[in-house]
């Protein structure tokens, strides 16, 4: 997988010029969003497929901090992966030196807002998934 590049803007630091941590929960969505476009699986198409997964928890751990125009480069792996969640992991590096670690839960739910089976819904997807997990894909 490529990682997701992020160049930290003026407006997302703070009085000190440190990068503001409530931002990295974003940084974290734009890498969730390139790396599932990267295997096929947007968000926008499981939307059309009836699908969508909100995220249940998050948590960051913040190595070194970040200044405008840093280039944060975003990993992104699945950890977990079960027929109703999904458990991201996130390494955030500044020029090879890890910058945040962080982690993300998601549940699925379908298009009437129920949680849903992604193994009985979309078994196409969860098959990828788990693959990811497992290291094959």
């Known amino acids: 997988m490529d990682p997701y590049i992020h160049k930290v803007q ?5 009085r000190m010029q440190i ?4 931002n990295y929960i974003r940084f974290m969505e734009e890498a969730r969003v390139g790396f599932l476009e990267q295997i096929g ?6 939307e059309a497929e ?6 249940v928890s998050v948590s960051c ?11 944060i480069e975003i990993m992104v792996r699945v950890t977990d992966v079960t027929p109703v969640r ?3 992991a996130y390494t955030m590096t500044v020029d090879g030196a890890v910058v945040c670690t962080a982690e993300s839960s998601h549940c699925f739910l379908n298009e009437n ?7 009985k819904q979309k078994p196409e997807f969860y098959d990828c ?9």
């Open 61 to 71: 751990e913040y190595k070194k901090s970040t200044t405008f125009a840093d280039r």
């Open 86 to 88: 999904l458990h991201l």
């Open 113 to 119: 807002g129920r949680p849903t089976s992604l193994k």
């Open 19 to 22: 990068t503001h941590h409530s």
């Open 50 to 55: 009836g699908i969508s997964s909100p995220v």
């Open 129 to 137: 998934l788990l693959r990811l997990c497992e290291g094959e894909a």
């Open 10 to 14: 003026y407006y997302e630091t703070d």
């Open 41 to 46: 699986w947007g968000y926008d198409r499981l």
